[in-house]
């Protein structure tokens, strides 16, 4: 079902989707030219934008509401960037969402690209008020990619506070029909960026950050954010502190941050994907579920604590319930006992091969991964992202 999710999502953003056009009029003599500019800009991308929000399934019954529009960056009257916003009703279980837009004027006309859609890396890749990293970054979310069909859960993020710090999880994955987003609260309340990348403010009280691989993390409700168009972030930078703010829309209740998570422009399901060595899974409704780490599990209303990212070729173990893993000596259960590893323990791949088939958390399987102290673990307890080879075979 998650991989079909992820297709619907591709398509929508870009079928019907593609460019928009209004005729950019030439300025009268005495005109003021960036004005009339802005206009034309601003008219061509509100226009996509209601077209977007005719298309969009509404959240609890409802309905996006306003467009609004920033202009945040130009080059002459060829060349504009900024960010395009839905905003979401004052009502609980409404949420905003939004997009970065490239706009070009070619033979008279302005076309409208959203981050998300085929062409946009493509203007991403020619606009000059780009520099070639964000212009890497940006094409990204535009490159539509099966990886995340194919069940790749890393993200390479930690959770968007204080490393060593436990914050609350106040609310388990909600928003949008995909349940994209988790609340989280608590600690010293300064949010900090779960990896590095791009930094855009969408709107007062929301930054989003462009990251690689196609991903894109979204903290709304804060307070004393960061004001930044592009911005290079690190892993940890203070974005701002959690609050209240609704200036987009939807509702607020007890100083916190909705952190939610894009590919390729668009939200995907939180769930599954590793952040913070935690893994987070849809509860029966909207704000329920909870959070994995190994074995322990963490409620709506425990607290997270923030072990910082995993890496790619790391793994976390999932004894299933019990306190530790045999580490063996060979891929099976016929090689002898060479030591253990305790479950939430974080273990890095060299390689994986068959071996002795094992039962865990995720279904049964015959790959062992080869450990870089040289001991071999079932691959059924290590949750690592992925349903295959980490890092290649041995």
Known sequence: MRSSSILRCAAAGSAGLLAAALPASPAPAGADTDDLVEKAVTEAVTGELMDRAKRLPGTAGQVPGAATVSITRRAGTRWAFGTGVLRAPATAQA???????????????????????????????????????EADALAATGEVSLMYANRDYRTGMRLPYGLGASWYLTGGPHGSPVRNAVDLAGGDRVVRAARGGRAYTMCRGWVRVVHDRGYATDYYHLWNNINVNGASVAAGARLGD???????????????????????????????????????????????????HGSRRQNVGGTLYNYGPLGFTQGIVDSHGGSYVNKRSGPGTGYRIVGTAADGATVSVSCSRNGTSHTGRFGTTSLWDKLTDGTWISDAYLENGVSGPVNGWC
């Not at 004027?105 to 409208?112: I, K, P």
């Open 242 to 292: 959690t609050g209240t703010d609704v200036t987009c829309g939807g509702s607020a209740t007890g100083r916190h941050v909705h952190f939610g998570l894009r590919q390729y422009g668009e939200p995907v399901p939180i769930a599954r994907h590793i952040i913070g060595k935690w893994t987070p899974y849809n509860g029966s409704a909207q704000y329920a579920g909870y959070a994995l």
């Open 95 to 133: 949420y905003p969402e939004g997009w970065l837009f490239l706009a070009e004027r070619t033979g008279g006309t302005w076309q409208v690209s959203f981050e998300g859609e085929p062409e946009f890396a493509g203007f991403a890749r020619r606009a000059p008020i780009l520099d070639n990293a």
